[in-house]
């Protein structure tokens, strides 16, 4: 089991920056793939990024790259995403996910992070 909580989320103006937090617990951290998703109103759950446990390398949806860094702490058990340039459309719940053996199979709660015009 992993158990995972986020923070770090809340209102801001486009083109300001936000960082998420996300705290994983009950499971070996450093040895996790992991991934932020969101979800906007009326909208499916989307991917926005990862990153993998050995290298680490990252990945990034087309609509965030060049201004979301997913970054891991392992020592802190600690997975990131700092949000730069942020636009309306940004708006959404967002949720880190851990991969287990099926998939990613371990969501946190999630965190609002609404931008304003």
């Known amino acids: 089991q992993v158990q995972l909580v986020e923070s770090g989320g809340g209102l801001v103006q486009a083109g300001g920056s936000l960082r998420l937090s996300c705290a994983a617990s009950?499971?070996?951290?450093?040895?996790?793939?992991m991934g932020w998703f969101r979800q906007a109103p009326g909208k499916e759950r989307e991917f926005v990024a990862a990153?993998?446990?050995?290298?680490?390398?990252?990945s990034y949806a087309d609509s965030v790259k060049g201004r979301f860094t997913i970054s891991r702490d392992n020592a802190k058990n600690t997975l990131y995403l700092q949000m730069n340039s942020l636009k309306p459309y940004d708006t959404a719940v967002y949720s880190c996910?851990?991969?287990?053996?099926?998939?990613?199979?371990?969501w946190g709660q999630g965190t609002q992070v609404t931008v304003s015009s």
């Open positions: 990153i993998s446990w050995i290298g680490p390398s990252t």
């Open positions: 996910a851990a991969q287990g053996d099926r998939g990613w199979g371990y």
């Open positions: 009950g499971r070996t951290f450093s040895r996790l793939n």
